[in-house]
């Protein structure tokens, strides 16, 4: 195999297609709004991308196993604006693999004339937080404008030590194709599988780019989330010290 490989399984023509990233991060919150995207849309798939920097390693659903890949859908609503949805399970493993691997999905992203690129992901907080903020950043003025418009937060030196891995690259090396390109990090407290943060930046990308889906099955798993988050809460309150044990620790 190839160090980057791409199989071609479908080749529909696409009406100026917007690429939606979604590949696993902090509270895998692009992975999780991806996903929403397509199994709330009609999709079909069109790419598999194989790389020897992906871990070494096969996925198995019902017994049938799948090397570790990046997948691409195309999806083609019947009102709406045409995407190109990229996700997967994984991402690669060294810093030759996140350049060699996101230089591989823009040129699929040229094959299929994608004009403007949306990556998605989280920004952790540290903390458990009730309202979730959309931070952004972008490559082109113009696309700074839109975002502030639909709700987005620009804030100076955020998130702190930038955007890693192929959210980021995906604006670095798009911008030197001249491709525009925006990243929405939803806030999350980087804990936890995060179905809240996915469901505001989706939110925000449904805005701006054109489309419609429901939310209950992220809403259930945002439920579902908090019940762990509440289990987990009692636990610690049980295991703390009581007043009295805090008082005896300082005897002596």
């Known amino acids: 195999m190839d160090e980057f490989d791409i199989e071609v399984l479908a080749d529909p023509e696409l009406d100026e297609p917007v690429l939606v ?12 709004a991806a996903e929403h995207l397509l199994e709330e849309l009609e999709s079909e798939l069109v790419r598999r991308v194989y790389s020897t920097h992906f871990p070494p390693q096969v996925s198995i659903d019902e017994g049938r196993t799948q090397l570790a890949c990046a997948e ?42 994608v004009e403007t690129v949306f990556a998605l992901g989280g920004v952790p907080t540290g903390e458990l937080i009730e309202e979730y903020d959309v931070l952004g950043a972008t490559t082109t003025d113009h696309l700074v404008e ?6 987005v937060a620009f804030r100076e030196d ?8 192929v959210s ?6 798009g911008e030197r194709r001249g491709v525009p390109a925006a990243c929405l990090m939803g806030e999350t407290s980087g804990y936890l599988v995060d179905p809240k943060s ?12 054109d489309f419609d889906v429901d939310y209950e099955s992220l809403e259930e798993r945002a439920d579902e ?14 295991n703390a010290p ?8 300082y005897i002596g």
């Open 21 to 32: 990233e979604g590949l696993p991060g902090v509270g895998h919150v692009g992975k999780l």
């Open 72 to 113: 691409f859908h195309a999806v083609t609503p019947e009102d709406g604006q045409d995407m190109l949805v990229l996700s997967g399970n994984h991402q690669a493993q060294d810093s030759e693999g996140h350049y060699g691997l996101t230089d591989t999905f823009l040129d699929v992203a040229e094959d299929f004339g």
């Open 146 to 151: 839109t975002l502030e418009d639909a709700g």
């Open 158 to 165: 955020e998130p702190a030590g930038g955007i890693v891995g």
């Open 168 to 173: 980021g690259l995906l604006l670095g090396l």
């Open 198 to 209: 996915a469901q505001a930046v989706l939110e925000i990308l449904q805005s701006v780019v």
């Open 225 to 238: 989330m908090e019940e762990v988050v509440r289990k987990i809460q009692e636990m610690e309150q049980q």
């Open 242 to 249: 009581s007043p009295a044990d805090e008082d005896l620790r």
